[in-house]
């Protein structure tokens, strides 16, 4: 399995700290944010990987990781042109995929938990997302759980059925591209990664795991600060 690392978009909700650069490479407590989703990666086993970013900052992320064997790892990079949504950065990974599953993690994604067994027993086959409960669902994409199976998944409720957070990992097998083609932009004029996934609920192709350990996403003031207060007072082991 290839791993792919959303890494683009414009940050605006961290202004005024990405005036000047990506929001990826800000520090979370003693390392920049991407070096997480790059371990959560590495640890699962994934060292092919591509990561997509903005035109204004590929320089910089080329100076800080390299070709990715200071990681042990092969970094490929490709510009995503504007903010047209997770999706739309995903499908720029059709041709480094080649067929292939895919785990997809966004840039901005701190997990705890090791996924290398998951990664494992994936086989491939239909789509994989990642669960945690949340005290603010409301900010994400909330799924609705019945028995062992996802019924639905609604981008950002405003008054979420459940407190089941669908985080920032992802695995796809090679319908995904498909399934992106024939996307629409949603109202917001974005192809969005929900869109996606409800398509592989609809299929009866979409299988969940919950994360047990400490999650975050780093996108805002205050998940940013609490993700790097967890890793500096918890002693979070280090992932890279």
């Given at each position: 399995m290839k791993g792919i690392i959303l890494a683009g978009g414009f940050g605006t909700r961290l202004?005024?700290?990405?005036?000047?650069?990506?929001?990826?490479?800000?520090?979370v407590y003693d390392r920049p944010m991407v070096y997480y989703p790059i371990g959560t990666l590495i640890n699962a086993g994934i060292k092919n990987i591509m990561i997509i970013t903005g035109n204004e900052n590929a320089g910089s992320f080329m100076n800080l990781l390299g070709n990715g064997k200071e990681f042990g790892a092969d970094f490929t990079y490709r510009l995503q042109s504007?903010?047209?949504?997770i999706a739309d950065a995903l499908n720029l990974c059709r041709d480094?995929?080649?067929e292939e599953p895919v785990a997809v993690i966004l840039g901005d994604n701190i997990f705890e938990d090791n996924f290398k067994k998951v990664a494992a027993k994936y086989g491939g086959r239909g789509?994989?997302?990642?669960?945690?409960?949340?005290?603010d669902p409301h900010r994400f994409?909330?799924?609705t759980v019945k028995g062992e199976k996802i019924s639905k998944i609604i981008e950002?409720?405003?008054n979420?059925?459940?407190?089941?957070?669908?985080?920032?990992?992802?695995f796809y097998d090679k319908q995904v591209w498909k399934v992106i083609k024939n996307l629409k932009p949603s109202a917001r004029g974005e192809l969005e990664i929900t869109d996606v996934n409800n398509w592989y609920v609809r299929q009866g192709q979409m299988k969940f795991e919950m994360v047990n350990g400490f999650w975050s996403d780093a996108g805002t003031v205050e998940s940013l600060n609490r993700a790097s207060d967890h890793i500096r007072t918890q002693k979070l082991k280090k992932i890279l």
């Open positions: 202004l005024p700290m990405t005036k000047v650069t990506n929001k990826h490479l800000l520090p504007g903010a047209g949504g480094f995929a080649d789509a994989k997302i990642f669960l945690k409960k949340v005290s994409g909330v799924a950002k409720p405003s979420p059925e459940t407190d089941l957070a669908v985080t920032g990992l992802y």
